[in-house]
């Protein structure tokens, strides 16, 4: 059986690295020596290829060229007509995997949605037509999509998600959004993020992280994900965001070194394409800058990947996590996580565990006080995620009944 897994470009974000293992475990218990394809830039290809065989994945990456918007909507206008026509005017070099794939999966993430720009929006959902114009079957994994604001990209979405064979949210919020799009193709049951299944690196990998690193683990350990694009991504942004969030992050770690007598564990989940605006590296070095506590502060030097730095996470007290798959991590591990919000994904998983009441999106409140109550109420917090983390592995069976029973059809 081939299938496309489209929206991986998982070079430069762990979140999208985390769904990509997560994803190929998933389709290898769904389906029998499956064989599986990634479409890649032209740029990306050898990185991609030097990462596919470190880790051994099963996975092969092929080239998906840049396009025209314009000769793919008039590829979709002539499809009716013509379909070879239609494949010609897509100019998709590798399209012979295209007209073998049984299935295409998407894994997008959070990146379908206007939140991200009116342009962002419509060039992802543009990734989708060569696969609806080949009458490929889809299925779109559980992510968090919307709000589509434009109404260009209202129109535009409803095409699109109603031309695959399922559509399924990975949260509440999102099950309303489709629903108001008038989505026919949504999965009647909300599924979990596949990042939850996401298996950390195992013991040794972790010790020799640990040692390398320099991490005091005779302290308590609070992991920190600090994001480099949080201001960007605030629907509210101002001048005063990033002013306000970098004060909240430090009056964070007064609290966990002064009343914890914590270590800092400062976690970039993202690195790149863009430093500037996207390497978390960027904005972990800003805050320990800026921080009276650096002998209680652990910075990263390496580069890891999701399973190594879940490894990490899942060794601390708390987690404070403007990044969700490193709240993603944490909480898959059972550890209490207070999430800093940007927008509706993290209200709609954290509402998904029970847990919306550990959300700080006020910067103007004291992060202390709510920090001081999670903290309190940690063990608490620990069983009810220890009881959601055996309902979503029943999550991961329902939702291979849907992929085999979208592939017979």
Not at 114 to 119: A, E, L, P, Q, V
Not at 358 to 375: E, Q, R
Not at 384 to 404: D, P
Request: aromatic share 10%.
């Amino acid at each position: 059986m081939d299938i496309i897994i489209q929206g991986a470009g998982f070079l430069h974000n762990e979140g999208a690295v985390a769904m990509l293992f997560s994803t190929i475990n998933l389709l290898e218990q769904a389906f029998k020596s499956p064989r599986l394809y990634v479409p890649v830039s032209k740029i990306d290809l050898r990185p991609t290829q030097r990462i596919i065989q470190k880790y051994r994945l099963n996975v092969s990456p092929f080239l998906a060229y840049g396009y025209g918007y314009k000769r793919l909507l008039f590829g979709l206008f002539l499809n009716k007509l013509s379909i070879n026509l239609v494949k010609r005017l897509l100019d998709y070099r590798d399209s012979h995997i295209l007209q073998k794939a049984d299935l295409v999966v998407d894994i997008s993430g959070d990146t379908l949605s206007d939140h991200y720009g009116k342009k962002n929006s419509f060039e992802e959902l543009l990734h989708f037509l060569p696969f609806i114009c080949y009458k490929r079957k889809i299925v779109i994994l559980p992510q968090s999509i919307g709000p589509f604001i434009y109404q260009r990209n209202r129109i535009f979405a409803k095409y699109i998600f109603n031309r695959c064979k399922l559509v399924i949210p990975r949260e509440p919020i999102t099950n309303i959004i489709l629903k108001g799009l008038g989505i026919k193709t949504i999965s009647n049951i909300i599924i979990n993020d596949v990042g939850f299944w996401l298996e950390p690196a195992n013991k040794d990998r972790l010790k020799e992280i640990i040692g390398s690193e320099k991490i005091n683990t005779h302290l308590p350990i609070v992991g920190i994900s600090v994001s480099q694009s949080f201001v960007r991504f605030r629907s509210d942004s101002n001048c005063n965001v990033e002013k306000n969030y970098f004060n909240s992050m430090l009056d964070a770690i007064d609290f966990c070194v002064n009343k914890l007598n914590a270590n800092i564990l400062l976690i970039p989940h993202v690195t790149g394409p863009d430093t500037e605006r996207h390497d978390d590296r960027i904005a972990c070095r800003n805050l320990y800058k800026l921080s009276e506590h650096k002998a209680h502060i652990s910075l990263l030097n390496g580069h890891y990947k999701a399973d190594e730095l879940k490894g990490l996470i899942s060794q601390c007290r708390i987690f404070i996590g403007a990044r969700m798959h490193a709240n993603i991590a944490a909480l898959s591990s059972c550890v209490p996580t207070l999430a800093i919000s940007y927008s509706h994904k993290t209200e709609g998983i954290m509402k998904l565990l029970a847990l919306e009441r550990w959300v700080y999106s006020d910067f103007a409140a004291p992060i202390d006080n709510i920090l001081s109550k999670l903290v309190q109420k940690r063990e608490e917090i620990q069983r009810s995620l220890e009881a959601k983390m055996t309902e979503f592995e029943h999550n991961r069976y329902e939702l291979i009944r849907l992929l085999r029973a979208v592939e017979n059809e």
